[in-house]
């Protein structure tokens, strides 16, 4: 791993500043992305979802899944995703059903409206990365896929 060093030439720093940082761009492809679905959803129809609902949504299994693996796969506390659940439920995306083979437990599963919406937002992603990748072209899109899966799993073996 790279050293800083203590002391940075006013240079140095003026270039570093002139630079457009790496996570930033990464953060300014992020919001590019989630600006460009939101914008699509919303021609469908879908207004004020939040990212964290979609997400929520994103970790459903077709046949449902219990409440305390959604918190896994989020990595936030059954608390919250129940928040989440909630919110889903009031608006029709979701429903709470009895485990089959476990009566203590419960399943969160897609209700019609959001079986339609989990359908949209794949097919408005796959719109999404077909113009990425008429943009870039067909290898450096397989090149740039292939990078990020790099760094993420390098950056998962740093925590």
């Known amino acids: 791993m790279t050293r800083l060093k203590r002391n940075i030439s006013i240079e140095k720093l003026e270039q570093l500043r002139d630079q457009q940082p790496f996570v930033r761009l990464l953060i300014r492809a992020h919001r590019a992305l989630s600006a460009g679905t939101a914008a699509k959803l919303e021609a469908l129809g879908y207004e004020n979802f ?12 077709p046949n449902g899944t219990r409440l305390t693996t959604l918190a896994e796969r989020l990595g936030v506390t ?3 995703v129940s928040q989440l659940i909630s919110d889903l439920e009031s608006s029709a995306y979701v429903q709470r059903v009895p485990d089959p083979t476990d009566r203590r437990a ?7 409206r959001g079986w339609r919406f989990c359908q949209d ?3 408005v992603r796959l719109e999404l990365e077909a113009d990425y990748e008429s943009a870039l072209g067909a290898d450096t899109m397989k090149t740039l896929r292939d990078l990020l899966e790099q760094l993420v ?3 998962g073996r740093l925590s």
């Open 121 to 123: 937002v794949n097919r």
């Open 50 to 61: 939040g990212g964290a609902q979609g997400t929520l949504l994103s970790q459903l299994d």
């Open 78 to 80: 059954k608390q919250s």
């Open 153 to 155: 799993e390098h950056t």
């Open 106 to 112: 419960s399943l969160v599963r897609f209700t019609e």
